[in-house]
């Protein structure tokens, strides 16, 4: 029999992908993104190479967050959240099956168009590297954060951009200590390794805490 974690993560991309919420959607957001930077910095190529690694974290984070607040707004209306409380398996890893799922289908393909995207900033092959280093170690923080702020505005009415309010800020860290770790893939005083492992820190940190959080406020909406 399969694992009811495997089913929900299965049901998941189904439905992620019966609405339109795959990762094509979010790889197309990525793209506008990056393709309308040159046009507000202009074509200098030494100016687009050394802020190129900020522009494709902070797009990759937007549209990270994208489709985020509905991490749990479609499980509130049609009651299957409050069959997910009343089930043996606990609310945390069913938050974070869920968190897997969207991070699988938003965040994954970013990291794999980010070197490609990378060419329209003329990024060297290390920096590229980097930004896809960065990118896999950093962006399951931004979907476990996010699904702090999906489980805090679950049930509200248009709760994307109070969502967006409470969870950049937490956000800050991740994009810092990204953003580092992509320059130093090209060069720098800080080694490569040093940013990275923090990133990986902060990224296990918010696997070990987001999913108690974020199952406590599902718990608090319920009570």
């Known amino acids: 029999m399969m694992s009811p974690l495997v089913a929900l993560f299965l ?16 790889v ?4 506008i993104l990056v393709s309308l930077t040159p046009f507000a910095i202009g074509p200098d190529l030494n100016l687009l190479s050394r802020v190129g690694p900020a522009i494709l ?12 607040d ?6 509130a209306d049609d009651g299957s959240l409050d069959l997910f409380m009343m089930t ?6 069913v938050v974070l099956v869920k968190c897997a799922a969207h991070w699988t289908l938003t965040a994954l393909p970013l990291v794999a168009a980010a070197p490609l995207l990378g060419l329209m900033l003329g990024l060297e092959p290390q920096a590229q590297a980097g ?14 954060l996010g699904a702090i702020g999906a489980a805090l505005t679950a049930g509200m009415r248009r709760g994307g951009l109070l969502m967006a309010v409470l969870i950049l800020p937490l956000t800050t860290p991740v994009l810092i200590f990204g953003v580092s770790t992509a320059a130093a893939a090209s060069g720098g005083t800080v080694p490569f390794h040093t940013p990275l492992l923090i ?10 805490g987001a999913p108690f959080a974020a199952a406590a406020a599902l718990r608090a909406r319920e009570a």
């Open 11 to 26: 049901r998941e991309v189904r439905i992620a992908r019966s609405i339109g919420g795959g990762g094509a959607m979010g």
């Open 28 to 31: 197309v957001f990525f793209l």
């Open 57 to 68: 974290w902070i797009a990759a984070l937007l549209a990270t967050l994208l489709g985020l």
């Open 70 to 75: 509905r991490l749990f707004q479609a499980d």
């Open 88 to 93: 043996s398996t606990p609310l945390e890893l």
């Open 131 to 144: 930004v896809a280093a960065s990118l896999l170690a950093g962006t399951p923080a931004l979907t476990l």
């Open 199 to 208: 990133l990986c820190a902060l990224s296990l940190a918010t696997i070990a």
